[in-house]
C-alpha cells in the first residue's frame, strides 16, 4: 500500500482544490494538494513538501481531518487528509492543470478523484470543521 497526504486548506468558507494534469493517472480529475510519502518522512513533512513542490506555498499542518483506504485498478492508497494553513506564499500552478477556492455546497459541480469520494461525503455532512452540522 502507498502512503499518500493531502491537505484540507480553508479561507472562511471555501477550500482549495487542484486538478490533475491531463497526462497522469486519472488526469484531469479534481483532488486536494498532496502527494506520497517518501522514505524517512513523517506524514507531516510530505504534506509540507508536497505543498512546497506543487503549489509553491509553505503550510501549517495540524490535526488529521480523516485517513481511509482505497484501491484503485493500479495502486491501493492509504489517504491521511490533514487541516492546513497556508503560512506563506500563495498557491500557484507549477503541477496542476487548474486550482479553485470552493464551497462545500459546489462539490458536486466538480469531478474528484474516487478516493476522495468519502472525505467529500464528510464534507458535505459535516462541514469543513469535521462536525456534523
Not at 503550510?59 to 494553513?85: F, K, N, Q, R
Request: include cysteine; aromatic fraction near 6%; charge should be negative.
Amino acid at each position: 500500500m502507498t502512503e499518500v497526504v493531502a491537505a484540507l486548506i480553508c479561507q472562511d468558507d471555501r477550500f482549495l482544490i487542484c486538478q490533475r494534469p491531463s497526462h497522469k493517472a486519472r488526469g484531469l480529475l479534481w483532488e486536494f494538494v498532496g502527494g506520497k510519502r517518501e522514505p524517512g518522512e513523517t506524514k507531516e513533512e510530505a504534506l509540507i513538501r508536497e505543498c512546497q513542490e506543487e503549489l509553491g506555498i509553505t503550510v501549517e499542518v495540524g490535526e488529521s481531518y480523516m485517513e481511509l483506504t482505497h484501491v484503485y485498478p493500479d495502486i491501493t492508497i492509504g489517504l491521511t487528509l490533514y487541516m492546513a494553513t497556508i503560512l506563506q506564499g500563495e498557491p500557484q500552478l507549477l503541477e496542476h492543470n487548474d486550482l479553485r477556492w470552493i464551497k462545500v455546497e459546489e462539490i458536486p459541480n466538480y469531478d474528484f478523484c474516487p478516493a476522495d469520494e468519502e472525505i467529500l461525503n464528510r464534507l458535505m455532512v459535516c462541514g469543513l470543521n469535521g462536525t456534523a452540522k
